[in-house]
């Protein structure tokens, strides 16, 4: 802190009399006022006074003594202790600090022994020694016997013993008597609580706080608010007042307490905060700052939420809001239509203003506006509103329905074609299913709503089919795959189109089914044996499916294109060569060439037939039983663990506890829970664990 004017120029000038008696004075009225104090004791050090400093701050110390002030003289010493003694007087400045220190914790049942475990009576003349000393002293004099503390995930108990010999408290917590916490520790393990700490009065006035919880919610809440020197959020809230707040109680009682006028709230969503302001006044400046703060849609929010505290506070943050509506209503009329609404039902909007509803459907593009809504309900309401105004309505509902996100939205923009533009809206199915990556949200939207659409099923249902099928592995579909994924199970969209198909066109849908390697392994299985047994005369020709991952399947092309392009051509030149020698019967090279010729051929036709009926093993596998491409831990005869993986036949690695799914524990794994136990060669397994390979 500065020195006072007054008193810097009394020291430019030499006055020391008018300085003293300045001093005298406001020690007189106010000798807890150490930064005034200290700042002029060093100015004056500084103009060779050092004396005349000593003496002043002697004064000062005197009228602390004397007024009992002992932790301001404590900090007195610790700021300018060394000024008030001379180097030859450090073993007395170290009496006066244990001294004092004994006045302000001496009636504390183990100080005697907190001190001597911080070693505060040895090394008498080392001063910056003893201020350390002292600090940890303080750290643990507030953890003495009878202090109540709160331990993070623990609750509230109480020290009742201090072990100096072992450096360590004993604490007997709710549930948990005689936990032992060290010196060192127990400053990041223990809170103390004082007297009004709202878990202390829990323990202490369990009935007064009951009594809170039940007649006057909002002071409950100021003494949970108040206990603490950060905001909490409804969660830390509930939990300190559980116990005196019913479960069941606590929605009524919490819409109850944070409905008082001095009840701050911060954030949004999991990160709101809440904190009580010191008065009415405080809390509606806190509201103001945090709105002015805040972007324009939260603010909409943020006056929907705190605006009924105050009619003052409402029509500023409506005229606020309005401004803003003026001022970017060409730049973005989805908000000031949001804000026209918010203020219809707050504080009031303006009708005639060139951003009302009606103004900026007439007036800007409409497709912009609908784009710039954020609200899904205002935005159906614009929907309605231009429907209602506008003659052209079906042909923006037609282009809205590619861009719309929203399912909901979607049904009402396609009731609306439906019923009265059906032309419309079949060219919006039809360009749905020709192009899903131009409307990746309404082709999902149009694939659920299939599933309990019979017309839409029967419309195209192959062409529906292996568009749901290839829109998984669509980059502009990635968002929309846990909504995609579903619809291959039990009940949804593809197990009900496969009874639309002709049986022209079940291999077709037979083969995209194979094909689509972005759902699950189970999930083809499914599709295809449904596509069987509607079509008997698929399983005739159809071969097991061979499972592999996506790496080997492009290896075993490669090798497979090698085979074909370089080793048997090169292996027919070869033949003819050797057929140019003559004597067949005796030509060892012929036979030779012959001989690999027909293992190639053999070996081509079969990585043909192999790669034909190829599935690939996708990532993410369902892992809530055992399946191809799932990691399974296995318990060995009770006793040891072992880890494998189950892959395919061409990644099968023993040594290395990769297994073939073909393989006899394999075999046995597939289908297994977690839990259920299995025997292969004289072995007992128990599945202990599954998670996906990848």
């Given at each position: 802190?500065a020195v006072?004017?007054?008193v ?5 000038k ?20 150490l930064?005034?104090?200290v700042s ?5 050090v500084?103009?060779d006074?050092a004396?005349r400093?000593?003496?002043?701050l002697?004064?000062l110390?005197e009228?602390l ?6 932790p301001v003289?404590?900090?007195l010493?610790?700021?300018?202790g ?5 180097d030859?007087e ?5 009496a006066e600090i ?10 504390r ?5 907190l001190v001597d475990a911080?070693?505060?009576r ?18 643990l004099v507030?953890?003495?016997?009878g202090?109540?503390?709160e ?15 072992l450096?360590?408290?004993?604490v ?12 060192l520790a ?12 709202i878990?202390?009065r ?11 919880a039940k ?8 003494r949970?608010?108040t206990?603490y ?8 809230i509930?939990?300190?007042v559980s ?16 409905k008082?006028p ?7 969503g999991?990160k709101?905060?809440y904190?009580w ?10 509201v103001?700052?945090t709105?002015?703060k805040?972007e324009?849609?939260r603010?909409i ?7 009924g505290r105050?009619?003052k506070?409402?029509?500023r ?14 730049d ?13 039902r707050?504080?009031g909007?303006?009708e ?15 497709q ?13 309401r ?5 429907r209602?105004r506008?003659d ?5 509902f037609q282009?809205?329905m ?6 909901r ?23 749905l299913m020709?192009?899903p990556q131009?409307g990746?949200?309404?082709f ?7 599933a ?21 592995s669509?980059d502009e579909?990635?968002?929309?795959r846990?909504?995609l ?5 039990s009940?949804?969209?593809l ?13 077709q849908?037979e083969q995209?089914?194979r ?11 499914q599709?295809?044996t449904?596509?069987q ?9 159809v ?5 592999a991952?996506?790496?080997?399947i ?6 497979f294109?090698?085979l074909?392009?370089?080793?048997l051509?090169?292996?027919r030149k ?14 060892f090279?012929y036979?030779s ?6 293992y190639l ?5 079969q990585?043909?037939?192999?790669l ?5 093993i996708?990532?993410g596998?369902?892992s809530?039983?055992?399946?191809v491409?799932t990691?399974?831990e296995l ?10 993986t189950?892959?395919?036949?061409w990644e ?5 506890d990769?297994?073939?799914y073909?393989s ?8 297994k829970?977690?839990g259920?136990?299995?025997?292969v060669g ?8 599954i998670?996906?390979?990848?």
């Open positions: 802190m006072p004017r007054n810097q120029g009394w020291l430019t030499g006055d020391f009399d008018a300085l003293e008696d300045e001093w005298l004075g406001l020690v007189a009225e106010d000798p807890t006022d930064d005034t104090y002029v004791a060093r100015a004056l500084g103009t006074e004396t400093a000593r003496v002043l002697e004064m110390d009228e003594t004397g007024r009992g002030l002992w003289r404590l900090k010493l610790r700021r300018v060394h000024l008030m003694r001379d030859d450090k073993e007395e400045l170290h244990l001294g004092t220190v004994s006045r302000i914790y001496g009636d049942p183990s100080f005697e022994n911080v070693g505060l040895r090394a008498t003349h080392d001063i910056p020694k003893t201020w350390e000393k002292v600090g940890r002293l303080e750290t507030v953890f003495d016997v202090a109540i503390v331990m993070k995930n623990r609750g509230v108990g109480k020290v009742v013993e201090v072990n100096s010999e450096k360590s408290f004993k007997d917590l709710e549930g948990f008597q005689g936990l032992t916490v060290g010196f127990a400053a990041k393990m223990l809170t103390p609580l004082d007297e009004n700490h878990l202390r829990k323990v202490e006035h369990p009935e007064e706080i009951r009594k809170l007649n006057d919610p909002p002071e409950l809440l100021r949970v608010l206990s020197d950060h905001p909490l959020k409804a969660g830390e509930r939990t300190v116990g005196v707040v019913p479960d069941k109680g606590w929605a009524s009682w919490w819409t109850a307490a944070r008082h001095q009840v701050v709230a911060k954030g949004s999991g709101q905060t904190e302001a010191e008065s009415d006044e405080h809390a509606l400046e806190a103001w700052k709105f002015r805040a324009p849609r603010q929010e943020l006056m929907r939420r705190d605006g105050d009619t506070l409402q029509k943050m409506g005229e606020h809001l309005a401004s803003v509506a003026e001022q970017g209503r060409g973005d009329p989805g908000l000031a239509f949001e804000i026209w609404f918010a203020l219809e707050a504080a909007a303006p005639d203003s060139p951003w009302s509803p009606d103004a900026l459907l007439g007036s800007v593009a409409t912009d506006l609908f784009a710039g809504i954020q609200d899904r309900l205002l935005r159906e614009a929907y309605t509103m231009y209602e506008y052209d309505w079906p042909g923006v282009t809205r590619a861009r719309e996100e929203d399912p939205a979607l049904d009402l923009l396609a009731e609306a074609l439906q019923k009265e533009a059906p032309d419309r809206y079949a060219r919006v199915v039809d360009d020709a192009q131009r990746p949200a309404a999902t939207w149009l694939a659920e709503r299939a309990v659409d019979e017309e839409l099923r029967d419309r195209n249902p192959l062409r529906l089919l292996t568009q749901i099928l290839q829109s998984m669509l579909l990635k968002p929309f846990t909504r994924s579903p619809l291959a199970d009940g949804g969209t197990p009900r189109l496969l009874s639309h198909l002709g049986e022209d066109q079940a291999p849908a995209a089914i094909r689509a390697a972005a759902f699950e392994p189970y999930q083809r299985d599709l295809v449904a596509l047994l509607r079509f008997q005369g698929l399983a005739k020709d071969e097991e499916p061979l499972y991952t996506a790496e080997s492009e290896a075993k092309r490669a090798e294109q090698k074909v392009t370089k080793e051509p090169a292996n070869a033949i003819e060569e050797a057929r140019a020698l003559g004597d067949l019967r005796e030509n090279e036979k060439a012959r001989a690999r010729h027909e051929s053999t070996r081509a036709a990585m043909e037939g192999e034909a009926r190829v599935q690939p996708g990532t596998i369902d809530s039983q055992v399946r491409g990691t399974v318990s060995v005869d009770g006793g040891d663990h072992r880890t494998v189950l892959l395919g036949p099968s690695d023993p040594d290395n990769v297994l073939s073909q006899d524990l394999g075999q046995a794994l597939l289908e829970k977690t259920e136990e299995l025997e004289g072995t007992r397994y128990m599945v202990a664990g998670s996906s390979w990848s």
